[in-house]
């Protein structure tokens, strides 16, 4: 007799991100030289003397379990750098430091969600947040956004869904986002904070890519914008971008303590805390001047001028620019409409296979006539991946 799964896992659709990295993963393993757009990690090293700390903890033994919500030293540099970059006060209750800052949307969805509740997903959207939400049993609300918008929920967007939807219980709103690189302006945001405040709606607001922004444009937290929202917000943030810190496992959710409390109790159910390691590790990174990381930011920004006027430059292809994270999102409905492609999911397939370049489906972020490319990758690649990706689709037509 089979295991019987429960509906929970089988509602769920693996991560496509995770998905395409293993299978290019393989691919490379079997001798093909893959040029790997898919998943969004900086290709840069984790800067020495955050690696240094992290040895240090481990010289000092410091490689037993730690308190469950973050160790004090660690939350107060998280409250100095949301003081110092945010203008955002907090205590030490009310943040949280968990295995990533997946895990913190995960857990306060959990914290939030019950049976049906309604959670608003702008679309296109991060791949892992509809299904984070079934996961909790809750139901996505996808909020498809316009192209001329730069993919950005309005104001006027989210009130209508509030009429039709009767009550919502959460947003997830990402500024700078993935997979569009767009940035919300304040205006934008307090449109918004003001719509969740009238109708008590949750915002877990990942702001995962905060430093991670070009040509002048200015992060704003949607805290900022409106003084009675602090309590509803729910700010995820962690070190995986900003310092190159993906496999260390490390981010914080910063909110009301009833929320963050509950998100503990969680974690104490489940992962218990967060390695000590990486903890200390997360310190150092967190006191680093920004001036310091400057250098990483400057190479995203040439790499992702070269990519977006590359991708524009193929017949057929318009390529919005990304004002933050690294990523690329480009619209590619002229090789989806002159071709067979049943979709972005097929048309990826067929360039990972034919040309060795690896993209993600726009399918996967809810938007099934554009390609993700990150160009967290050397200009080498870039270049070399450009070149292969163009001449692929101009074999289709
Ligand atoms: N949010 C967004 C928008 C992301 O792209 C990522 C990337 N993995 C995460 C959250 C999670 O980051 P991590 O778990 O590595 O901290
Ligand atoms: N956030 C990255 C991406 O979107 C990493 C992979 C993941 O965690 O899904 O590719």
């Known amino acids: 007799m089979g295991i ?14 995770i998905k395409l990295f293993s299978e290019a993963k393989k691919m490379m393993a079997e001798g093909i030289d893959i040029v790997n757009f898919g998943v969004g990690e900086p290709d840069f090293d984790t800067p020495e003397k955050i690696k240094n700390s992290g040895k240090q903890a481990i010289d000092d033994n410091f490689t037993k379990y730690t308190v469950t919500s973050g160790i004090p030293e660690l939350k107060e540099a998280i409250i100095k750098k949301f003081k110092h970059d945010n203008n955002l006060d907090y205590k030490p209750g009310e943040i949280i430091v968990t295995p990533g800052a997946k895990a913190a949307i995960a857990e306060a969805l959990a914290v939030i969600c019950d049976l049906g509740d309604k959670i608003v997903i702008p679309a296109p959207y991060w791949v892992s947040y509809p299904t984070q939400v079934k ?9 498809k956004t316009e192209e001329q918008n730069s993919y950005k929920i309005t104001g006027e967007l989210l009130q209508e869904i509030v009429d039709n939807e009767g009550q919502v219980t959460g947003i997830i709103l990402n500024s700078p986002g993935n997979p569009t690189g767009s940035v919300y302006t304040k205006d934008e945001l307090a449109e918004i904070a003001e719509i969740c405040y009238a109708n008590g709606i949750v915002i877990i607001a990942d702001e995962i890519y905060e430093k991670l922004i070009y040509d002048g444009e200015e992060h704003i937290s949607i805290v900022n914008t409106n003084d009675k929202i602090q309590d509803l917000t729910i700010v995820i943030n962690g070190v995986s971008k900003a310092y190159a810190m993906t496999g260390w496992r490390l981010g914080y959710a910063a909110g009301p303590s009833e929320i963050i409390d ?21 310190i150092t990174a967190l006191e680093m ?5 400057q250098n990483m930011v400057d190479t995203f920004k040439k790499r992702r001028d070269f990519l977006v006027q590359s991708l524009n430059e193929i017949e057929g292809i318009e390529c919005k620019m990304p004002l933050g994270a690294f990523y690329a999102f480009p619209n590619v409905s002229y090789y989806i409409d002159n071709t067979d492609f049943n979709g972005t999911d097929e048309l990826s397939q067929h360039i990972l296979k034919n040309a060795h370049v690896a993209v993600v489906s726009g399918k996967a972020f809810g938007m099934d006539n554009h390609l993700r490319f990150s160009y967290a990758n050397s200009m080498e690649n870039l270049e070399k991946g450009i070149q292969r990706f163009k001449n692929c689709l101009l074999e289709l037509i």
């Open 135 to 143: 996961m909790v049993d809750g139901e996505p609300i996808i909020a």
């Open 4 to 17: 019987k799964l429960s509906n929970r896992v089988q509602r769920m659709e693996p991560s496509a991100t």
């Open 289 to 293: 001047e920004d001036s310091e990381i």
């Open 262 to 282: 509950n998100m503990a109790k969680l974690q104490g159910q489940t992962a218990s805390c967060v390695i000590g390691i990486s903890q200390k590790a997360a």
